[in-house]
């Protein structure tokens, strides 16, 4: 069974920092894009950023500069570093697996809560 489980959320102060972890299991971890969305109260949700099997990566304009999402395919696990925190990145964030092959294939993991607050 596939399984994509978030850990890393929590409170923290404009400006700080906080990094969140996806493990998965269950699928072919390096055949697999790994992105990170996010979704706000009453907002949609958006895509954050985006990195490939090869390391290849992209960001949503809003966190350019202050987000790093990496991956480490010895333990099925990508990453998320978020710096500069600001009150409008408070978000469940939710880590996704999207593969393309002769059919796509695309897992959501739980969710984590990141809230930022004085």
């Known amino acids: 069974q596939v399984q994509l489980v978030e850990s890393g959320g929590g409170l923290v102060q404009p400006g700080g920092s906080l990094r969140l972890s996806c493990g998965a299991s269950?699928?072919?971890?390096?055949?697999?894009?790994m992105n990170w969305y996010r979704q706000a109260p009453g907002k949609e949700r958006e895509l954050v950023a985006t990195?490939?099997?090869?390391?290849?990566?992209n960001y949503a304009d809003f966190v350019k500069g202050r987000f790093t999402i990496s991956r480490e395919n010895a333990k099925n696990t990508v990453y998320l570093q978020m710096n500069s925190l600001k009150p409008e990145d408070t978000a469940v964030y939710y880590c996704?697996?999207?593969?393309?092959?002769?059919?796509?294939?695309?897992?959501w993991g739980q969710g984590t809560q990141v809230t930022i607050s004085s």
């Open positions: 996704n697996a999207a593969f393309r092959g002769f059919i796509r294939q695309e897992y």
């Open positions: 269950g699928i072919t971890f390096t055949n697999y894009a």
């Open positions: 990195i490939t099997p090869g390391g290849s990566t």
